[in-house]
């Protein structure tokens, strides 16, 4: 079995089973007994359980928004986060109340944050602008948006992600362009 492939039944055994217990309940002889290999090839792939989480939240995040990372498809890869947030709410709400925050926000964080700057990037085009500048627009918005996940997952992920979507898409609509314009006026 492939590297890859290895990780990827970890990945599916560990989600299989989130779905019969929580987290914390699970261990790593769990999840190799459920993918009938040895404790020895799950400590090859990852050091502990929060690293195969983390791994996890990194692929599924990676592609949701594999198609989705330019200024006029923006709005589609921040959907496709909250459908897969949505899909997969067993792993996710598990994670949320198991998991040290700080795990989710920093995968939260680093997928926002690509998808963020590959639009600015995009939008800088021709002009020059500090990379400073670039980061602290990107971080600005990545933190309202992992805000806006982080109440969406504590309400029971009842609204409508397409609305929250729209409702962002009006706040930022033409606010990248000014952000990028004043940033480069100010040097």
Excluded at 36 to 41: A, F, G, K
Excluded at 164 to 177: A, E, P, T, V, Y
Aim: proline share 1%; charged share 30%.
């Amino acid at each position: 079995m492939s590297k890859a492939t290895t990780k990827m039944a970890i990945a599916f055994a560990f989600k299989e089973l989130l779905l019969e217990k929580s987290l914390d309940k699970i261990t790593i002889n769990d999840i190799t007994e459920k993918c009938e290999m040895n404790r020895q090839t799950f400590y090859y792939h990852f050091h502990d359980i929060l690293e195969l989480t983390e791994w996890i939240c990194e692929q599924d995040a990676e592609r949701a928004i594999k198609e989705n990372r330019t200024y006029d498809t923006w709005q589609e890869g921040f959907l496709s986060i909250f459908k897969m947030i949505k899909r997969d709410k067993a792993f996710i709400v598990n994670i949320y109340h198991n998991v040290p925050k700080d795990y989710l926000y920093r995968y939260l964080y680093k997928v926002t944050y690509q998808l963020l700057y590959d639009v600015l990037e995009e939008k800088a085009e021709g002009l020059i602008v500090r990379e400073e500048d670039k980061a602290f627009i990107a971080n600005f918005y990545k933190y309202g948006f992992v805000g806006l996940v982080s109440e969406w997952i504590d309400g029971g992920m009842k609204d409508d992600p397409e609305i929250i979507i729209g409702r962002l898409n009006s706040l930022i609509q033409g606010s990248f362009q000014n952000a990028l314009n004043n940033a480069k006026t100010n040097k």
